[in-house]
């Protein structure tokens, strides 16, 4: 059903014209899209690859991206900068052969926890576990908002009931060793466990930036200098603190296109579901998704979490179409 929804909505901006004044003014703008991902299958990632390099696109490092910033380097007029947030394992065979056959420079923003231990995201063990065994404060969407030691404690929980019956979702150390050998791809911190920054103490949140680059770079023998807020969530205490560790970069989850005089610590990026309709990505690509879900989500005055928002509307439209099955039984009934 979201799928559904989603290439629905896609479908509307494209026949409305919105899609293509949208594609229209970025090809003229020159602007620098950036995308990230999180998991997305290898058939649904060369569609955007394709997709881009047919509409005249060129691929950047994020080392390309800083130079440019710094006036050291001059970057292709249509350029898009590549990402990958948490460090999912299935992007080792989904991701890798792509970015490798077209020489396409990708950056991959690890979790170190989760590699290290275990293999599973703390969400994973929310989602399938939460409601049923936590009294409070048992959704994601909840556990974004409280305090880190509040968070770890509950997922400690879970974790100790329910660890083994888990599947492995992210790389293990020897695929972060493996995938940092290739001359595409970079490796960046996304924190030790995936946490929400502006929720921790000043020791959790020291731990949490200086701890994860040590690993990474005890793992894969190189400085690692670029940083990725988890959930884009970060405040100015956050963002001093990751300076403090001499990082080059941090990216965000602000959904729009870099601009010149953006800031290399609070870049903005535009997410790619990297499932469903290919209408839907190439909107989110365009930078015109988001935008849209949020003034339907205004409209209907519904959750404004994407995945919230679309199933809140799922339940809306069953109801609808309840509704319009009673409506017509009873005119059966009577005989219209």
């Known amino acids: 059903m979201r799928n559904i929804l989603g290439g629905l909505f896609a479908a509307g901006l494209m026949l409305t014209g919105v899609y293509h004044r949208a594609k229209k003014k970025v090809l003229n703008e020159h602007k620098i899209i950036p995308l990230f991902f999180h ?111 509040r968070r770890e404690g509950l997922i400690k929980q879970l974790e100790d009931r329910f660890s083994s019956r888990m599947i492995r979702e992210a790389m293990t150390i020897e695929d972060v060793k493996e995938i940092a050998r290739l001359p595409q791809v970079d490796v960046g911190c996304h924190t030790v466990h995936h946490v929400m920054l502006p929720q921790c103490t000043d020791e959790e949140l020291d731990y949490e930036i200086r701890s994860s680059k040590e690993k990474l770079e005890s793992w894969i023998g ?36 870099i601009i010149n005089n953006d800031d290399l610590f609070s870049l903005p990026r535009l997410w790619v579901r990297g499932e469903g309709f290919f209408s839907e990505a190439k909107c989110q690509m365009l930078g015109i998704w988001v935008p849209f879900m949020w003034k339907i989500q205004k409209m209907l005055d519904i959750d404004r979490d994407l995945e919230n928002f679309f199933n809140q509307l799922k339940n809306i439209l069953a109801d609808v179409f309840e509704l319009l099955f009673v409506f017509e039984v009873l005119l059966k009934s009577i005989g219209i």
């Not at 691929?59 to 999912?88: C, M, Y």
């Not at 100015?236 to 970069?249: I, P, Q, R, S, T």
Request: aromatic share 18%.
């Open 39 to 149: 998991t997305i299958s290898r058939e649904f990632f060369l569609k955007c690859i394709l997709w881009l390099k047919n509409n005249g696109y060129s691929f950047i490092s994020t080392e390309q991206l800083i130079n440019h910033f710094k006036g050291n380097g001059k970057i292709p007029e249509r350029a898009v900068w590549i990402t990958f947030d948490d460090g999912w394992k299935e992007n080792i065979d989904n991701v890798i052969p792509i970015i490798a056959e077209y020489n396409i420079p990708v950056t991959f923003f690890i979790s170190t926890d989760p590699v290290e231990n275990g293999g599973v995201f703390w969400w994973s063990y929310v989602t399938k576990y939460g409601k049923k065994y936590l009294k409070t404060d048992n959704t994601i969407k909840k556990m974004r908002q409280i305090s880190e030691s």
């Open 222 to 257: 190189k400085q690692v200098n670029y940083f990725s807020y988890p959930e884009g969530d970060y405040n100015l205490h956050v963002k001093e603190a990751v300076k403090k560790y001499g990082f080059d970069l941090a990216a965000t989850t602000d959904n729009r296109f």
